[in-house]
C-alpha cells in the first residue's frame, strides 16, 4: 500500500509540476535583436458595438499577400473568434521607418461600397504583435450639419505603429491616424486621390506606413499594466467599492436576521416541544402545531428524484468550476496577452469536474432509494450539455451563415466533442460509479409513515411564487452592481482584472442563497407542509430568471448591441447563464435547508 500510494502522490506531483511549467512558459518574453524581424499579424475586424460579431480582415478589400499563411491559434484564441494570418507589414526590431509604401489598390465600385459600408457601421481592425492586440478604426466618418446636412465617410490609408521596447522585448504597441488626412470614398468615380487617377467606376488609393520606437522602463513582467492603462476602449471599470458595502450590509443583516431572530424562534420552539410529555409520535399530532407535528412527513422523498438528484449534481459541479476559474484568476494564471485563456480554462475544467457531477447525483440518488441509477448518469450529463449544444448550433449556424470567425471550424468543434466523449462523460460515469457504491444511508432522524399528512390551505404570501421571487430577488440585488462589470467585460470591450473583489461577492452571492433558503424552509415547515425539497431549489434557484430580466435591460438600455448575429448570441448565452446560476445556487440552497432541518429535528426529544 505504501508503494501504491507512493506513485500515486509522484504522479499528482508529476502534473502539478506540469501544470506550473506551462502556465509559467505562458509569460515568457521573446526575445529580439536589432534588426530582428517582429512578426505583425492581422486578425479581425467588425462592428464597434458588436463585441461577437466578427470577420477575417481578409475579407474587407484591403493590402494582402498572394498567398495567405495563417499562424496556429490554441483552442481559446479560436473560441475567441481569432483567425490570425501573416500581413504585408515589414517591421524590424528598433529599425524606424518612414512613409513605407504598403501596396497599391484599385478598388471596384462594388469593393468601395463594401468599405463605405463598413466605416459606417464603425468597423475597427484588430492586428497582433508579440502578443499584443493592435486596435484602429478602418475608416473616418462625419455628420454635420441640419440643412444642408454633410455626411463623409473616409478611409484611413496610412497607419503609423507606435512600438514600446525594454532591452530586447516589445513592451507595448499602438497604432495612430493623427495629423494624416483619410481618404475621402465619394459616391461615383472620377474622383483624384492624392495625385492618383480614379475612373472608369474605380478607385485607386495607396496604402502606406511609418514605424517608431520608442524606450520604456516598464519590465516585460509588468507590461500587461500597460496595455490594461491602454484606452481605445472606454475604461469604466475601477474598485467599486459602493457595491461591495451594499452586499456585505445585506449578508450582515440577513445573518442576523437567521442567527438571531430565526435561532431565538427554534430556542423558543425547542423549549415548547421538549417540554411536554414524552410519548408517541400519535399523540403528539392531537395537540401540537407547528413544524414538529409534520416530523413523519418531513423526510418523505420528492418526486421525479432523478431530476432533482441531477440538478443538484450539476449544481455542485459549477460550483468547482466557477471557484476553480477565480482561484486560477487570483493566481495569474490569465495572462492580459494570452487570447481565449479563461476559455479553454473553462471548457478544461468543465469536463475534469464532470466528476463532481456524477459522484454527487448518483449518490444521492442511492440514498433517496433511486433504483434507476444509470438513467440518472445519463441525465446528470445531458442536463447542462445538452441545452449547450443546442443554443450552440443555432448561434454557430448564424455565425458560419454571416461569414463571422465566431462560427468554429470544423476540426474545432471535433476537439470540443472528443473533449466532452472521451473525458466528460467518462468521468460523469466514474464519478456516479463511486457515488453509487460509497452512498451510505440518507440519515434522517425521524421516521417516515406511510400515509402521508394532508397539507392545510396555506395564505397566499407562502405561496411558490412568492417564494421564488423573495428567495430569487435577494441574492440578485448582492450582485447586480457588479454583473454590470462582468457583462461589460463578456459582452463589452472592458479588461476585467478586480478578481479578488469578485471572489468577495461569490462569497457573498451564496452566503446570501443559504441564508434566504434557510428563513423560507423555515416559513414553510412552521404552516405544516412538508414540500421543502423542490420549494428549496427554486427558491433561491430562481435567481437566475432575475438575472436574464437583467440582460434584456443591459441590452435594451446599456450596449448598442443589434444585429441578428451580435442578438442571437447575446440572449442564447444569457439564458446559459442564467441556467448556471439556477442550477448552482439550487444547489446551495438545497444543502442549506438540508443541513438545517436535520438539525432542528435531531435537536427534538422523539420517539
Known amino acids: 500500500y505504501q508503494i501504491i500510494g507512493r506513485k500515486k502522490w509522484s504522479c499528482w506531483t508529476m502534473v502539478l509540476h506540469c501544470v506550473l511549467i506551462l502556465s509559467l512558459f505562458s509569460g515568457w518574453a521573446v526575445g529580439y535583436k536589432q534588426g530582428d524581424n517582429v512578426t505583425l499579424y492581422v486578425n479581425k475586424v467588425g462592428p464597434y458595438h458588436n463585441p461577437q460579431e466578427t470577420y477575417h480582415y481578409y475579407t474587407l478589400p484591403v493590402c494582402r499577400p498572394e498567398k495567405v499563411h495563417h499562424k496556429s491559434l490554441s483552442l481559446g484564441e479560436v473560441l475567441d473568434g481569432d483567425r490570425m494570418a501573416e500581413s504585408l507589414y515589414h517591421i524590424r526590431f528598433r529599425e524606424n521607418v518612414e512613409k513605407k509604401i504598403l501596396c497599391h489598390l484599385t478598388l471596384s465600385e462594388k469593393q468601395v461600397d463594401e468599405l463605405r459600408e463598413a466605416i459606417e457601421e464603425l468597423y475597427y481592425f484588430e492586428f497582433v504583435l508579440d502578443d499584443i492586440p493592435i486596435w484602429g478604426f478602418v475608416g473616418y466618418i462625419e455628420e454635420s450639419g441640419f440643412l444642408p446636412h454633410s455626411h463623409k465617410v473616409a478611409l484611413w490609408t496610412h497607419l503609423d505603429f507606435n512600438i514600446e521596447y525594454n532591452g530586447n522585448s516589445v513592451i507595448f504597441a499602438n497604432v495612430s491616424v493623427k495629423d494624416i488626412k483619410p481618404v475621402p470614398l465619394e459616391d461615383g468615380a472620377g474622383v483624384a486621390v492624392g495625385g492618383v487617377g480614379v475612373g472608369g467606376g474605380s478607385l485607386t488609393v495607396t496604402h502606406t506606413y511609418s514605424v517608431h520606437w520608442f524606450e520604456s ?70 395537540g401540537d402545531n407547528g413544524w414538529k407535528i409534520i416530523h413523519t412527513d418531513v423526510f418523505r422523498f420528492p418526486p421525479f428524484k432523478s431530476l432533482m438528484c441531477a440538478v443538484l449534481g450539476v449544481g455542485a459541479q459549477f460550483l468547482t468550476l466557477a471557484t476553480g476559474i477565480i482561484v486560477m484568476a487570483l493566481l495569474g494564471m490569465f495572462n492580459v496577452h494570452r487570447h481565449g485563456a479563461i476559455n479553454s480554462a473553462a471548457i478544461v475544467l468543465y469536463a475534469l469536474t464532470s466528476c463532481v457531477s456524477g459522484y454527487v447525483s448518483c449518490s444521492f440518488y442511492t440514498q433517496i432509494n433511486g433504483q434507476r441509477w444509470v438513467w440518472n448518469i445519463i441525465l446528470t450529463s445531458s442536463l447542462f450539455s445538452a441545452p449547450l449544444f443546442l443554443t450552440w448550433s443555432v448561434v454557430n449556424s448564424i455565425h458560419w451563415w454571416s461569414g463571422s470567425t465566431q462560427a468554429l471550424p470544423a476540426t474545432t468543434v471535433l476537439l470540443l466533442l472528443g473533449a466532452w466523449v472521451l473525458v466528460g462523460f467518462p468521468l460523469t460515469v466514474i464519478g456516479g460509479i463511486v457515488g453509487k457504491n460509497r452512498a451510505g444511508n440518507f440519515q434522517a432522524p425521524c421516521r417516515t409513515r406511510n400515509i402521508a399528512r394532508q397539507i392545510p390551505a396555506q395564505p397566499w404570501y407562502k405561496h411558490t411564487v412568492v417564494h421564488m421571487a423573495i428567495g430569487g430577488f435577494l441574492p440578485f440585488s448582492a450582485i447586480s452592481v457588479e454583473l454590470y462589470y462582468i457583462f461589460a467585460t463578456v459582452w463589452g470591450r472592458e479588461q476585467y482584472t478586480l ?79 442564467a441556467l448556471v446560476f439556477s442550477l448552482m445556487l439550487g444547489s446551495v440552497s438545497f444543502w442549506a435547508s438540508l443541513a438545517f432541518i436535520r438539525y432542528i429535528y435531531r435537536s427534538l426529544k422523539m420517539d
Open 217 to 286: 522602463t516598464l519590465t516585460h513582467a509588468r507590461r500587461a499594466e500597460r496595455l490594461r492603462d491602454y484606452s481605445f476602449f472606454p475604461k469604466t471599470l475601477e474598485i467599486h467599492w459602493l457595491s461591495i458595502i451594499n452586499s456585505l450590509v445585506l449578508v450582515v443583516l440577513l445573518l442576523g436576521f437567521v442567527i438571531i431572530i430565526l435561532m431565538r424562534v427554534l430556542k423558543n420552539d425547542f423549549a415548547r416541544y421538549n417540554m411536554e410529555e414524552e410519548g408517541g409520535c400519535d399523540d403528539l399530532d392531537q
Open 499 to 577: 478578481y479578488g473583489i469578485l471572489l468577495c461577492v461569490f462569497a457573498i452571492l451564496l452566503s446570501v442563497g443559504a441564508c434566504i433558503s434557510v428563513a423560507l424552509t423555515y416559513f414553510l415547515l412552521s404552516g405544516e407542509d412538508y414540500r421543502w425539497w423542490w420549494r428549496s431549489v427554486l427558491s433561491t434557484g430562481s435567481t437566475g430568471l432575475f438575472i436574464f430580466v437583467y440582460s434584456v435591460f443591459y441590452y435594451r438600455n446599456r450596449s448598442s448591441m443589434s444585429g441578428l448575429v451580435q442578438s442571437t448570441e447575446f440572449f442564447g448565452y444569457s439564458l446559459l447563464t
